[in-house]
């Protein structure tokens, strides 16, 4: 049998030393898939969109990515000035490559931007800096650059849903990298988790066969049991 796959999406950069630009994507991402018996591929986001449809041809499954924040004019959202790293090149082939995958029934795990892409892919809302707009909100922005691992609150996981089915538990703890958050959640999606202040933490699309999407960071916490009971269950069912 075949390893499945997985798509990666990217973001733009520019490299530290030379100054160029360059197409990147996490590492954490890309052991987490092979760590569940995946063979990652990233996809660039300068790829012409009316290209996708070949590129999904060829792909199991897609894991869209953590990063900057998605243009408030994309979703009407207030701008704040904590808003950072837009690029208007990955919001176009990230929301036309969401909406493929999930038209195809292609599995995808979208995380933390991912969660946030998804949510405006359907016609949801964020809050563009939480402690500003979200009343009684926890801190889910972490400062600490070398503790992308601590663990900052819990989640509780509707009972009924994928997520917690696949997880084995309705209540756990997770990291916290993210300002934005969802607002109102997006035509067609569900809401599966929250965190203590009552964001969601967790989305769903039902119907497709695996079509989940969580604001934490798994891919930084590859020890926990949740973690990798997330990824080997994207990773089973990318495999035909």
């Known amino acids: ?11 733009n950069a520019i490299d530290p030393k030379y100054k160029t630009p360059i197409i990147t994507s996490p590492k954490s991402y890309l052991l987490a898939l092979v760590k569940a018996g995946a063979l990652p591929i990233l996809i660039p986001v300068n790829l012409p969109l009316d290209s996708l449809e070949e590129l999904l041809s060829h792909l199991d499954g897609v894991v869209f990515t953590g990063g900057g924040d998605i243009d ?3 979703f009407g959202g207030l701008h704040h000035e904590a808003v950072f790293n837009i690029d208007p090149e990955r919001d176009a082939i990230e929301m036309q ?16 931007r991912g ?7 359907y016609g ?9 707009q979200l009343e009684n ?4 922005s972490n400062p600490v650059i070398d503790s992308f691992d601590k663990i900052s609150h819990s989640v509780r996981v509707k009972g009924d849903s994928d997520l917690a089915r696949i997880v084995g538990e309705t209540e756990f703890g ?13 035509k067609g999606l569900r809401a599966v988790a929250w965190a203590p202040d009552g964001l ?7 119907g497709h066969p695996f079509g989940i999407a969580v604001q934490w960071h798994p891919e930084w916490l590859p020890d926990l049991r949740h973690s990798q009971a997330l990824f080997k269950a994207f990773v089973g069912a990318t495999i035909k």
């Not at 490559?97 to 933390?112: G, M, W």
């Not at 949801?124 to 500003?132: A, E, N, P, Q, R």
């Not at 997770?174 to 997006?186: A, R, Y």
């Open 115 to 121: 969660l946030q892409v998804l949510n405006v892919a």
């Open 1 to 11: 049998m075949s390893s499945p796959l997985i798509g990666v999406t990217t973001r």
């Open 97 to 112: 490559l969401i909406l493929k995958v999930s038209e195809k029934n292609i599995p995808f795990l979208a995380i933390c």
């Open 72 to 74: 408030p004019d994309r």
């Open 200 to 206: 969601v933490e967790g989305l769903e699309l039902p």
């Open 124 to 132: 949801g809302t964020l809050y563009t800096h939480i402690s500003d």
């Open 137 to 140: 909100a926890l801190d889910h």
């Open 174 to 186: 997770v990291n916290s990298l993210h300002h934005q958050g969802v607002k109102e959640v997006g």
